[in-house]
Nanobody, 122 residues
Framework: QVQLVESGGGLVQAGGSLRLSCAAS????????MDWYRQAPGQQRELVAT???????NYADSMKGRFTISRDNAKNTVYLQMNKLKPEDTAVYYC????????????????WGQGTQVTVSS
């Protein structure tokens, strides 16, 4: 069974930084995409940043220049470095991954982490 476990959330003042981590564990063949999403109270979940196994990355417009997604394939871990945080960045941040669980199948399964709270005070 595959699990995604996030860490690194917390309370920070506006202008500060946080680094989130998400580690995939369990039995699987390979990881395709590893993404970060966030959901603020009363809002829909939105994509923050994405990275695929080849290393390419993409960001939501409001995060460009402030957030950096990176990945350590040897550790099956994705990171989100968040700088210049704003109160509007306050949300639960979720890790998402598409994973190939077997070498005998090309089906990609979707997994979500449990979320980690990020609160930015003004």
């Amino acid at each position: 069974q595959v699990q995604l476990v996030e860490s690194g959330g917390g309370l920070v003042q506006a202008g500060g930084s946080l680094r989130l981590s998400c580690a995939a564990s369990g039995s699987f063949f390979s990881i395709n995409a590893m993404d970060w999403y966030r959901q603020a109270p009363g809002q829909q979940r939105e994509l923050v940043a994405t990275t695929i196994s080849g290393g390419s990355t993409n960001y939501a417009d409001s995060m460009k220049g402030r957030f950096t997604i990176s990945r350590d394939n040897a550790k099956n871990t994705v990171y989100l470095q968040m700088n210049k945080l704003k109160p509007e960045d306050t949300a639960v941040y979720y890790c998402y991954a598409t994973i190939r669980t077997s070498s005998r199948s090309t089906i990609l399964y979707q997994y979500w982490g449990q979320g980690t709270q990020v609160t930015v005070s003004s």
